[in-house]
C-alpha cells in the first residue's frame, strides 16, 4: 500500500546529499544561506532554526577533485533567490555545453535492490525535486529508506552570480588562474518535496467485494445462508415427524 504525502520543503529539515565532481579539473564548492529577518517573525518562523541545522563549514569555499565525493546539505529558504544554497564552480570550456559538472546521488530501487544513481548536473540553474522513501515492506534492508534527487534543467546561463559562492569572492587559489573562465552548476530545492510510504496491506474481510458496501453484502449474504441452513435443518426435522 502507497501513501504519498507533498511537503513544503521550508519547513522540513535540510536533506543530506553526496555531490561528485564530474569535471576534468578541480571543482569548488559551497552552500550558502542567509537568513532574512522579515522571515524569522511571526507563528511559521524557520529561516535561522533550519539553516542552523546545516553544518557552518558547508558556507565556506571547497575545492573537490574530479570524481570525489562531497555531502552537503540541501534546503528551501522561503526568502530563497538565486544566490542561496549549492554552488559548485568548474573550468569553463566547450566540453561544459554537454558534459555535467558534478552529479548528486540517488538511491535508486531495483526490485529489491538499491542501487547508487547519479543525476548529472550541468552549467546554469536546476531545480531538485526530493522524494524520500520508508518502506516497511523490506525492512532492516538498504531499500527501507531511500533518498532520491530529481533534476530538471531550467537555465544553461553558467555565470557566476555575485554574491552566490564565497569562491569567487576572493583569489582564485591556482596561480594564472581566474574566476571569470569558470562556470557554476546552482541546483535549487524545489518548493515542495514528497514523502513516500510503502507499508504491507492488511487483510479485511470486506475488501474481497469492496470497502463500506462490500461489507454490508457480506453480512446479508451470511444471514441469507445462516436462514437457508436453519430452513434445511427444520426440513429435516419435520420430515422426521
Not at 515542495?192 to 454490508?216: C, K
Amino acid at each position: 500500500m502507497y501513501v504519498t504525502n507533498t511537503l513544503w520543503s521550508a519547513f522540513q529539515d535540510p536533506v543530506p546529499v553526496t555531490v561528485r565532481c564530474d569535471s576534468a579539473t578541480t571543482c569548488y564548492a559551497s552552500n550558502r544561506f542567509t537568513a532574512d529577518p522579515a522571515d524569522d517573525a511571526g507563528p511559521f518562523a524557520t529561516e535561522s532554526a533550519q539553516i542552523a541545522k546545516i553544518p557552518s563549514e558547508e558556507a565556506e569555499c571547497a575545492a573537490i577533485a574530479p570524481g570525489e565525493e562531497r555531502v552537503f546539505h540541501m534546503w528551501y529558504s522561503k526568502s530563497q533567490g538565486p544566490r542561496d544554497g549549492l554552488s559548485i564552480l568548474a573550468k569553463n570550456d566547450a566540453t561544459l555545453d554537454v558534459q555535467p559538472i558534478a552529479s548528486l546521488l540517488s538511491d535508486m530501487e531495483c526490485g529489491v535492490e538499491v542501487f547508487p544513481f547519479w543525476t548529472q548536473g550541468y552549467k546554469g540553474t536546476s531545480q531538485v525535486t526530493v522524494v524520500r522513501s520508508h518502506n516497511t515492506t523490506v525492512k532492516d534492508t538498504p531499500g527501507e529508506d531511500r533518498t532520491e534527487f530529481f533534476i530538471q534543467h531550467l537555465t544553461s546561463d553558467g555565470t557566476i552570480l555575485t554574491g552566490s559562492t564565497p569562491c569567487s569572492e576572493a583569489a582564485h587559489p591556482e596561480a594564472g588562474e581566474s574566476w571569470a573562465d569558470y562556470a557554476q552548476f546552482r541546483p535549487r530545492m524545489a518548493p515542495a518535496m514528497h514523502q513516500v510510504n510503502v507499508e504491507q496491506p492488511y487483510f479485511r474481510v470486506w475488501s474481497l467485494t469492496g470497502d463500506s458496501g462490500g461489507g454490508i453484502t457480506i453480512i446479508f449474504w451470511l444471514g441469507f445462508v445462516s436462514l437457508m441452513l436453519a430452513e434445511m435443518m427444520w426440513n429435516r426435522v419435520s420430515n422426521h415427524h
